[in-house]
């Protein structure tokens, strides 16, 4: 993130599986038409690189620029660019709130799931902005924890939610970025502003055994649970049952599981 936003959910491989699962077609179609062969793109907390180079091979011959504050996640996109051969793709450390670019740099400046886990989200949306040229496009996507729904209900799941509120809130952040991104985007100056919203769906066997094990291990075994136990939240026990309870869900042959997202996309001025 920065100096000032903590990312809550850590690098244990039980965050990375999420964030390598994601791509262009399933985690920012409401942006395609707007990656033009030709353009310059920004994509702001980029991670592994996965939606990035899938960017960078829509808009070839033009450029995108991935930006993360871990060191270690960009080695990791430069290796899958590398595999990928995708040559107009670069990887650099940054903060979102002090972008190290000259104004109206980029076509496209894009973020997805970042606004959520930071403590100034219009500050952020500001410098993302001054950095798009003008006409050019600043989007953003982001989960919306408050909208989530799955069956059947575990309660051992019944945790879930409430702690892993506490934990970010604590952290600065906002769960519930989705339906708040119009109003952020607003604040930040943005005027012209087009708002969708998009979801992710698990329901098979595979789905609910991967999905399962990438949020229910984090409570467990990644920077939220020690959050969570560290700052009173929950227990060992707590996050253990929690655990359960989705492991339990995974195991239901009826199992399913909606995430819903906000997305904005935004002419800057």
Do not use: K
């Amino acid at each position: 993130m920065s100096a000032r936003g903590t990312y809550t959910h850590g690098h244990h491989q039980t965050v990375l599986s999420s964030h390598r699962w994601r791509t262009v077609e399933n985690s920012a179609a409401y942006l395609v038409e707007h990656l033009r062969p030709g353009s310059r793109v920004l994509d702001v907390g980029c991670g592994p690189g996965t939606i990035t180079v899938g960017m960078a091979e829509l808009v070839a011959p033009g450029h995108v620029t991935g930006l993360d504050a871990a060191e270690q996640v960009l080695r990791d996109a430069a290796r899958f660019a590398e595999e990928r051969r995708a040559g107009n793709v670069t990887f650099v450390t940054g903060d979102v709130y002090a972008l190290d670019f000259p104004d109206d740099t980029f076509d496209v400046v894009h973020a997805h799931q970042v606004l959520q886990h930071l403590d100034d989200p219009v500050r952020a949306l500001r410098e993302m902005r001054r950095v798009c040229r003008p006409g050019g496009v600043v989007a953003a996507r982001d989960a919306d924890f408050g909208t989530m729904a799955w069956y059947p209900e575990p309660p051992g799941m019944d945790a879930w939610l409430p702690v892993y509120y506490r934990v970010a809130r604590g952290n600065g952040g906002e769960p519930d970025a989705g339906r708040r991104l119009v109003t952020w985007a607003r604040q930040a100056g943005l005027t012209d502003i087009t708002a969708t919203a998009s979801s992710w769906c698990f329901a098979t066997p595979e789905e609910r055994r991967w999905w399962s094990e990438s949020w229910g291990g984090r409570m467990v075994r990644s920077s939220v649970a020690d959050t969570a136990v560290s700052h009173g939240h929950a227990t060992r026990d707590d996050l253990r049952r929690v655990h359960e309870g989705w492991q339990e869900w995974a195991a239901a042959e009826d199992g399913w599981f909606a995430v819903t997202h906000g997305e904005i996309v935004c002419r800057a001025g």
